[in-house]
Each structure stands twice: as structure tokens, then as C-alpha cells.
């Protein structure tokens, strides 16, 4: 069984090449390009981890990170943001998002797979 | 004389036996006692000597009368001798009576006043020489000299017998004469004594106005007077007064109704003790007081003077006095409005002074004494010396301009406090005119704008940033998407096995040149903030955040971080955020200089710097250092000595926003030792406290 990985970002060059990566590296990947319908995804997709984007028309990153850790407590999350300030947009939630990394957008993907499979792996040596 | 009663006695001794039973000796005794009435003492005795004779010869029968042989000759001889004696002694009594007329003659000749004499028809018939040297017409207009006015009147009040003098005062000219008219004894002439009283008149007359004076001044005075007797009780001490005398102000003034007569006691039973012992004192010992004082029981305040009148044993005292609750009122709230306004300049937050001229200061406010560490005596030119040397003469300039034109004074300089620090003031005199003294007061206030203007100038900075960060949101958010897609685009490219070695290199050269991109836009345009408003930042706080944001990557490098926080709750009233990209950015650089295992030590520390309170930050790396060279040029724009990653940005925009916030930042640097990064910031004015967790 693959790995299941979800990319939430409304740039669609970003999720088709996120895609690309995960999907060449052996992860089960599905995308979203917003966070309600994220949410939905996340209940029959169970992924492992999520990767979104912050800034995004309706429901922000943050929001959504948020809302998965309400239903989801195991599942990991890892937003990237264009912004500095998205710690900052954390603090501000009021809520300790403990296992949510925030990365810089852009990232390097090759350190980026390495979380990925750091953070998948614990999410389910857990489980 | 002794030889007339023995002989009397004689004839008495003979004769009373004889006319024990006549009533002859009745008429004898009679005669006698008239005489002596009418005429003296010896005259009746003369009669009664001739009247015995005579009842002896006449009526008694010889047998009975005195035995005398040849009684007819001796009672011709003793007749004889009787009338021998009457005719001496009327003689006697002429010449007395010539030496008396002569006296009463001559007295009037040597009067030192002047004296004339009229018939009863008022012709004058005599003027002594002080008369005629006095009044030399009154001899030619006789009765119609105003000397002898209604004369005939005044002579005729006399009557028949009048004796007694008659007193009156003509005007002859400006003169007052008094007269004394005299109808002289037994004689048909009136004398008139004149006596000159023109003195005594004006005297009289000045005394009178002076009387008068005083009563129009005791009663139209506007103080209150009155004079008391002071009552002593048997141990001498003062226990009442009565008012003997007040004017019309009195009652006015004290309240008292128809004071006169009664005494305090029976007026205001409750009067205090203390003014029966002052006018107690007044009276025994005749030292007059002036003092103020308040009487509880006639509710109100006096002014008064007090001093004894008369002998001291009337034990009399005069008090003038005025009812001064009104202005005593007046002077409670005078002074309760002072107290008010010391009050309010010792309180509010400016700095109050007050100057007479340009350089005579009359006041400053315990606040300005306080602020500057000095007394009044040393501020008394003005305190100048705790102004700035560099904002120093256009201030003195400004002062003299406006003190000579008399126009309002406004200048900003900066003020050095007692702890040498130099904070900006506003500084501002307005001229008030105080007619009283006539003179210009200059009343100044200097106010502390420091942290105004330094909030002015961050809230300049952050209108700026506001619309300058909008658009680098938008742009980052613009950029940063494209670079990811083309970083993981090149990624994906670079995943194909098959890929030729040149198309391999200028991927990797692609993917290099990119990661550069990135970099710059974090640094650049990573500092926007959705609410940029300058606020209370803690320091250790702010630092520690950082510190957790490198965390993934220190331990990627085993790079160990020892944080001094030092004092606890240092604030700086800033940009949260450009302070954090510039820690951020430090710290960034101390990671990339340690080598892998090094060590970063941050240090914060309250410090003063540059005349102010601040703090400081340092961060020391045991990275290679900075060869001297280089050093000064670190914060230049687009230096940099990462030739691969570093935009030559992160310097320079830290330092710009450093000096931004009015503070500094400055590097040591010791080849293979490693370099330190200080950042001095001015702590906030006015800290919040930070609650309780």
C-alpha cells in the first residue's frame, strides 16, 4: 500500500507538478484546488499527509489546517506559504498546531520528499 | 474802745433795775440794732451809750438815774463828747470814703485794658489811656461807637439800685469785645471794662470746629467705632466693657443693635474671652494694638485698632474697626484658587516656568527641578544648560526675538535629564500683560515629545509600509507561486535518467539561479505584515519566536544556541515584524557563518546608549569572522560574500531598518574567532505590564 498524500493549492501549475513529484517518488497522491472541497477529499481519501497552500480564495490554509486537526488529530500537515507571516497567522489562530511544519514557498523538492516521507511514515508507524 | 463797753456795762448795771418795767429800753435796743445795721458795729454802740444817757437824764427820776453831782454839766459835757465822737468818726468814714473813690479813680488809669465811663444818658465822661490808645474814635462817636451799642437799653437793665455787673460781647471791627458794665456805688455814672477776646474767640471757635469735625468724621467714618469702659472683676481680671459711645457704622459693621450703654456680655453672651483680655490689656497698660481677628460668636471677621482714652483709672478704650469677612472670604478663595492652580502646574505632565524677562526666570515646576536634576537657583538665568549644545543658540535666538517683540514663543530642542539622557521637547511661552506691576510675564510650558516623535515617525514609516507591503504581498504571492512551479517543473525534469550531461548541467545551473530568486524575494519582500502599527514589543519574546523558527535547521547543523534573556520584560515600541526579519535575518547569518557543531550566543541586555535607555541584542557566531576589509562594507546594498545563495540584501535592509527605529547596529568581527552583531534599540517610554501567567 502507497503512501496517500493530498496537494490543496488553487495555482494549478503547483498541484500538477507537486503531483508529478509525489507520484513519480510512489505516493497515492490526490489534489484539491480548495479547501472546502479538501476537506470532503480528506474523508474518503484518509491521506497520510496533507500539503497545502495558505493563501487561497475561501478557506485559508490555515483554516483548513485547523479543521483537520479537529478531525483528523493524526493526520500531518504541511503548509507552504509565499508569506513570512504564516507563523505569525498561526500564533494568531491561538491554537498549538504541533505537528503543522510551515515551509517557504518555493521549496526544494528534494528536501521536501524527505519530509514526506519522515512525516508519513511516523503518521503511520503511529496509527 | 474797752473804755466805751465798761462804761456801757456801767450804765446797764445802773439803769436795768431801774427801767426793768418801761418800755423805753425796747425802743433804746432798737435803735440801737438799727444803727449797727444801717451804719457798723460802733455806731450802735453809740446809740445805745447816748440812749442810756438820755433815759438816765430824761426820763428817769434822779434818784433812780446814775448818781452824779452837777448831773446838769456833766450831761452837757458828755453830750458835747457824744457829738465831738460822731463828728470824728463821720469824718473818719469820708476820708475813708475819698481813699476809696481815689483808689477806684486811679485803678482804671493803670488797667491794662480799656475802661471808659458814661453819665446814665451814655455821654462818655471818661476813657482810660489803654481806651483811647485802643479805640481813639469811640470819644468822637459816643454812643454810636459800637462799644456802647443799645446802651441806653443796657443801662437802664440796671434799675434803680443795681449794682451788679453786667457782662456782654460787642464786634468792634474783627474784634470781640467782652464788656463788664458797671454802675458804680452812689455814683450817676456807669463804668464799662472792656477786655479784647478775639483770641479766645478764634480759639474757642477753632475748638468748636474741631469738635465739630470730629462728631462729622466719628459719624460719617465708614469703620466702626466705639469707645468702652473696661469692667474688671475683683481679681482684676477684664470680665465685660460697656459702650459708652458708638457711631452710625458701628452696628453696620458688628451687628450689635443699640449698643450704647450696654455692656458685650448682656449684647453677645458667647463672646470669646480673648478680646475681654486684649482690650483688658489696652486699658492697663495704654499700648494701643492693631490686630485681625475672627469672633465665632458674632460670626465674623475684624480688622481693629485699639487704644486707651482718658485717665488710665477710666479704664477707657477707642476701637476702630472694620468687618472684614467679605475679604477675608475673598482671600480664602484667593488662596484656595492659588492651591488650586499650584496643584493643577505641579501635576500636569508639562513643565511649567515663568520668566520676568529674558533673563530673569521667576519659576519652574518641581516636575522641571526633577526632570533636569537641578534647583531653582541654578535655573534662575533661564536652566539653558540642560538644553542641547546643538539646539542651543537658535533657541537663546528664538527667546530673545520673542521677548523683545513681546510675541509668543515656540521652539523644539532637545532636553538632557538628571540621568544625562537627551529627549526631544516642545517648548512654548505666551507674553500676559499683568497690570498690577505693570510688567510682562512669560508663561512657558515644555513638553516631552520624544515618544511622540517617535511615534510620528514610525507611523510615517508605517503608512508607507502599509502600501509598500500591499504590493509586495501581492508581488511575492505573484512570484513565489511561478517559482515553485518552475523549481518543481525543473525537478521533474531532472528526474529523467535519460536526461544528456549539458541538459543536466544547465538544470542544475537553473535550479541554482532559482534557489537565488527565492531567497531574495524572502528577504526583500518577506516582511509584510497584515497590520503594521507600531506597538510595545517584547524583546527576549520576539527573539525566542526566531530562534523556534531555525530550530529544524540548527539541529540540521548541530549548531547549539545559548539565549541570555537578561532582564526580564525589556520592551522596544516598534515594527514587530521588521524587527523580527531583522533577528531574523542575524541569526540566518550566524547559522551560515558557524561551522557544522558551532555554537551562536544571543545576549540581551538593558543598557544606555547614545543618552537613552535601550537595549541591546547581541549575537556572537564562532564562525571564521570578518576579514577588516570587508567589515565596513557588510551593510553596503549587494555586498556579499555568499557568492552562491546571498543577495547582498539582508544587511542592509536590517540596518536601514535598524536606524529606522532610531537605533543602531554595529560588528565586531576577529578573524578565526568569529563575529558579534549588536543591535541597540531605545526601550519604550512607557512599558505595558505584562500579566501574570
Redesign the interface.
Known amino acids: 500500500m502507497g503512501r496517500r498524500v493530498l496537494v490543496v493549492d488553487d495555482?494549478r501549475?503547483?498541484v500538477d507538478?507537486?503531483q508529478?513529484?509525489l507520484t513519480?517518488a510512489g505516493y497515492d497522491c490526490a489534489t484539491s484546488d480548495n479547501g472546502n472541497d479538501a476537506l470532503q477529499l480528506a474523508g474518503h481519501f484518509d491521506p497520510h499527509l496533507v500539503i497545502s497552500d495558505v493563501?487561497m480564495p475561501g478557506m485559508s490554509g490555515v483554516e483548513l489546517a485547523l479543521k483537520l486537526r479537529n478531525s483528523h488529530p493524526r493526520m500531518r500537515i504541511i503548509l507552504?506559504s509565499?508569506?513570512?507571516?504564516t507563523?505569525?497567522l498561526l500564533?494568531q489562530a491561538g491554537e498549538s498546531l504541533g505537528t503543522v511544519l510551515v515551509l517557504?514557498?518555493?521549496?526544494?523538492?528534494?528536501e521536501l520528499l524527505k519530509l514526506v516521507a519522515e512525516l508519513t511514515d511516523t503518521a503511520h508507524s503511529a496509527a | 474802745m474797752p473804755v466805751v463797753f465798761s462804761a456801757a456795762a456801767l450804765l446797764l448795771s445802773k439803769l436795768t433795775t431801774a427801767l426793768m418795767h418801761s418800755p423805753v429800753l425796747i425802743y433804746f435796743i432798737l435803735a440801737s440794732v438799727l444803727a449797727a445795721w444801717v451804719s457798723d458795729t460802733i455806731s450802735g454802740l453809740l446809740t445805745l451809750a447816748l440812749g442810756c444817757l438820755e433815759a438816765s437824764f430824761f426820763v428817769l427820776r434822779p434818784a433812780q438815774s446814775i448818781q452824779v453831782e452837777h448831773a446838769g454839766q456833766l450831761s452837757r459835757l458828755g453830750l458835747l463828747a457824744g457829738v465831738a465822737l460822731l463828728v470824728i468818726y463821720v469824718l473818719s468814714r469820708l476820708k475813708a470814703a475819698q481813699q476809696e473813690v481815689a483808689h477806684l479813680a486811679s485803678f482804671p488809669q493803670l488797667n491794662p485794658n480799656p475802661i471808659a465811663e458814661t453819665d446814665l444818658e451814655g455821654k462818655i465822661t471818661y476813657v482810660n489811656p489803654v481806651m483811647l490808645a485802643r479805640f481813639p474814635d469811640v470819644v468822637e462817636l459816643q454812643s454810636r461807637h459800637p462799644l456802647l451799642a443799645d446802651w441806653p437799653a443796657m443801662v437802664g437793665r440796671f434799675g434803680v439800685a443795681g449794682r451788679k455787673p453786667i457782662s456782654r460781647e460787642v464786634r468792634v471791627g474783627d474784634s470781640v469785645i467782652f464788656q463788664t458794665i458797671q454802675k458804680m456805688p452812689d455814683q450817676a455814672l456807669v463804668r464799662f471794662y472792656s477786655l479784647d477776646i478775639t483770641e479766645l474767640k478764634q480759639v474757642e471757635e477753632a475748638l468748636r470746629e474741631s469738635e465739630k469735625r470730629y462728631r462729622l468724621l466719628f459719624e460719617s467714618i465708614d469703620e466702626g467705632f466705639c469707645l468702652i469702659e473696661v469692667m474688671f472683676d475683683e481679681n482684676g481680671k477684664p470680665s465685660d466693657w460697656r459702650f459708652l459711645e458708638t457711631n452710625p457704622a458701628f452696628e453696620k459693621h458688628n451687628g450689635l443693635h443699640e449698643a450704647e450703654g450696654k455692656t458685650i456680655l448682656e449684647l453677645a453672651p458667647n463672646i470669646e474671652k480673648g478680646w475681654l483680655e486684649i482690650y483688658g490689656r489696652v486699658a492697663i497698660t495704654g499700648e494701643a494694638v492693631r490686630f485681625v481677628q475672627r469672633s465665632e460668636a458674632l460670626g465674623r471677621w475684624f480688622d481693629l485698632y485699639a487704644f486707651r482714652v482718658g485717665e488710665p483709672e477710666q479704664r477707657r478704650v477707642a476701637v476702630l474697626f472694620s468687618n472684614i469677612t467679605s475679604r477675608m472670604q475673598t482671600e480664602a478663595a484667593l488662596r484656595e484658587s492659588e492651591q488650586r492652580f499650584r496643584t493643577l502646574v505641579e501635576n500636569v505632565p508639562q513643565m511649567i516656568w515663568v520668566a520676568a524677562s529674558e533673563t530673569e526666570f521667576l519659576y519652574f515646576s518641581p516636575n522641571w527641578l526633577e526632570y533636569t536634576g537641578t534647583t531653582l537657583e541654578e535655573n534662575a538665568k533661564g536652566g539653558w544648560d540642560a538644553v542641547h549644545p546643538e539646539d542651543l543658540p537658535a533657541t537663546l535666538e528664538k527667546w530673545r526675538v520673542a521677548v523683545s517683540t513681546r510675541k509668543i514663543f515656540e521652539t523644539e530642542y532637545r532636553l538632557r535629564r538628571a540621568d544625562g539622557e537627551y529627549r526631544w521637547h516642545f517648548a512654548r511661552a505666551v507674553p500676559t500683560n499683568h497690570p498690577d506691576s505693570n510688567r510682562t510675564l512669560w508663561f512657558g510650558t515644555t513638553t516631552d515629545t520624544q515618544d511622540q516623535k517617535h511615534a510620528q515617525e514610525l507611523l510615517l514609516r508605517t503608512e508607507k509600509l502599509a502600501s509598500v507591503g500591499r504590493m509586495a504581498?501581492t508581488v511575492?504571492?505573484e512570484?513565489?507561486?511561478?517559482?515553485?512551479?518552475?523549481?518543481?517543473?525543473i525537478?521533474?525534469a531532472l528526474?529523467d535518467s535519460n536526461l544528456p550531461d549539458h541538459v543536466r548541467k544547465n538544470l542544475e545551473t537553473a535550479e541554482r539561479e532559482?534557489?537565488r530568486v527565492?531567497h531574495l524575494t524572502?528577504q526583500t519582500l518577506?516582511?509584510?505584515?497584515?497590520n503594521t502599527a507600531p506597538m510595545n514589543v517584547d524583546i527576549a519574546a520576539l527573539v525566542t519566536?526566531v530562534l523556534d523558527?531555525y530550530r529544524p535547521k540548527l539541529k540540521d547543523r548541530k549548531i547549539r544556541v545559548e539565549f541570555e534573556e537578561g532582564t526580564a520584560d525589556l520592551q522596544v515600541y516598534a515594527l514587530a515584524?521588521e524587527i523580527r526579519?531583522v533577528v531574523?535575518n542575524i541569526i540566518a547569518n550566524a547559522i551560515d557563518a558557524c561551522p557544522l557543531g558551532g555554537r551562536v550566543r544571543v545576549r540581551i541586555r538593558r543598557v544606555f546608549f547614545n543618552g537613552r535607555n535601550s537595549v541591546r541584542l547581541s549575537f556572537a557566531d564562532t564562525g571564521d569572522g570578518i576579514p577588516p576589509e570587508n567589515l565596513a562594507r557588510i551593510f553596503e546594498p549587494f555586498y556579499t560574500t555568499k557568492q552562491a545563495v546571498g543577495t547582498g540584501l539582508g544587511l542592509w535592509v536590517s540596518s536601514e531598518i535598524i536606524q529606522r527605529h532610531q537605533g543602531s547596529i554595529r560588528v565586531r568581527s576577529q578573524i578565526g574567532r568569529g563575529s558579534v552583531f549588536s543591535i541597540y534599540l531605545p526601550l519604550a517610554a512607557h512599558p505595558i505590564q505584562q500579566e501574570a501567567a
Open positions: 495555482d501549475g503547483i507538478t507537486l508529478t513529484i513519480m493563501m507552504l509565499g508569506h513570512a507571516n507563523q505569525d500564533t517557504p514557498k518555493p521549496y526544494p523538492p528534494r | 504581498a511575492a504571492h512570484i513565489n507561486n511561478p517559482l515553485a512551479v518552475v523549481t518543481n517543473l525537478y521533474i528526474m532559482l534557489d527565492a524572502r518577506g516582511f509584510y505584515r497584515e519566536d523558527l515584524g526579519q531574523s
